[in-house]
């Protein structure tokens, strides 16, 4: 990533068009927009005030050429069609702006992990298979999954809660260097985000490069494998009923849907009884909101915030923890030393 696309991306991260940001750096909108199409390099001052107004470093700005083709592979999406395009785009900056962070972060710390998340080709393993190996390299118990985001945490994941501002998009991943970052939609029921971490996680393990729509169908697939693996869910999902269908999300973490959808995968549950349950779900309005969902466990990323604390606890100030995660100090927006991810550690 160059100079000029690392301030246009920090730019878009923050909801900010070129003529609000040219105005609030008193500057003309074509000498931001001779910047940000690298025809021209800010002074140093230039560029340290511009950094300073998108509440980063500049530093993180300057060195962004190491993020390797970071553009050219753009981020993985869960996002409905009717998702508005300013909205999904702002929040692909974002993830673009969290893995330069992080790419500068684990320069600085290195990040040890229990486990890591392989790069399987697709052409090798079907997305069922990938996610049968993942859980055997895991070392993971055959049943239910209990806090995902522990698990893919573990693996050196930076998961980020987000409030996207809208429900019609899940959460976005991509690599950078060697960790994953994932922004996850904060506001979405517990049994939707775990999908989405776990349809992130077969992106990662099978897409790091090939972001083309038709790879879609196998992370949702994976998903299913993974969190609902044949094997052990099989003899559960044989006459599915709605009381059936309440034990089974409570045990295994997943919506009611994503079991129907299961049970019609794996041959239990012909295309009229799934008809049936839908009809049902659609005049209880259920399938935008389940029952059930604000029962199960939630499951809160850890990781951004024990970085923070764990700086701190080398005797850094604030401010210092603050930049070396690549934030101006007084950026109220830093995962890994807000209030909130403070007080959740607590
Ligand atoms: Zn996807």
């Known amino acids: 990533m160059s100079l000029g696309e690392a301030i246009a991306t920090a730019r878009r991260a923050r909801g ?4 609000e940001l040219a105005e609030c750096l008193n500057v003309t909108q074509a000498a931001l927009s001779r910047y940000e199409n690298d025809l021209r390099d800010p002074t140093e001052e230039a560029l340290s005030e511009i950094a300073s107004a998108l509440g980063v470093v500049p530093e993180l700005l300057n060195r962004a050429d190491r993020m390797e083709g970071a553009l050219a592979v753009g981020a993985h999406m869960r996002r409905r069609a009717t998702a508005k395009p300013t909205v999904w785009r702002r929040l692909e900056a974002q993830l673009n702006l969290y893995r330069l962070h992080a790419l500068r972060l684990f320069d600085e710390i290195g990040l040890r992990t229990d486990l890591s998340i392989p790069a399987l080709d697709p052409l090798e393993y079907n997305p069922s298979s990938a996610a049968r190996i993942l859980r055997m390299q895991w070392r993971m118990p055959s ?4 806090n995902l985001c522990n698990w893919m945490e573990a693996a050196g994941c930076l998961i980020v809660d987000t409030d996207f501002g809208t429900s019609r998009v ?3 991943s991509q690599w950078s260097g060697a960790h994953p970052v994932i922004m996850l939609n904060a ?7 775990r999908l989405t971490l776990a349809h992130e996680l077969g992106h990662l393990c099978l897409h790091s490069q090939d972001i083309s729509d038709d790879v879609e169908a196998d992370a949702t697939e994976f998903a299913a494998e993974f969190l609902m693996p044949a094997e052990t869910i099989r003899p559960q999902l044989r006459n599915l009923s709605l009381g059936r269908l309440h034990d089974l999300k409570r045990l295994w973490g997943v919506s009611m849907q994503a079991l129907i959808e299961r049970s019609h995968q794996l041959g239990l549950l012909s295309p009229r009884e799934r008809t049936n349950f839908y009809k049902r779900f659609s005049s209880q309005g259920w399938r935008t909101r389940e029952p059930l969902s ?7 990323p850890r990781l951004a915030a024990e970085i923070g604390q764990a700086l701190i606890a080398r005797g850094l100030t604030d401010s210092e923890a ?5 934030f101006s100090p007084d950026n109220p927006d830093n995962p890994f030393l807000s209030d909130a991810s403070r007080l959740r550690l607590v």
């Open 16 to 19: 900010l068009t070129q003529e």
């Open 143 to 146: 049943g239910p999954i209990h």
């Open 170 to 172: 899940d959460g976005l």
């Open 187 to 193: 506001s979405a029921p517990t049994d939707r985000r």
């Open 294 to 300: 604000d029962e199960l466990a939630q499951e809160k």
């Open 322 to 326: 603050a930049i070396i995660c690549g």
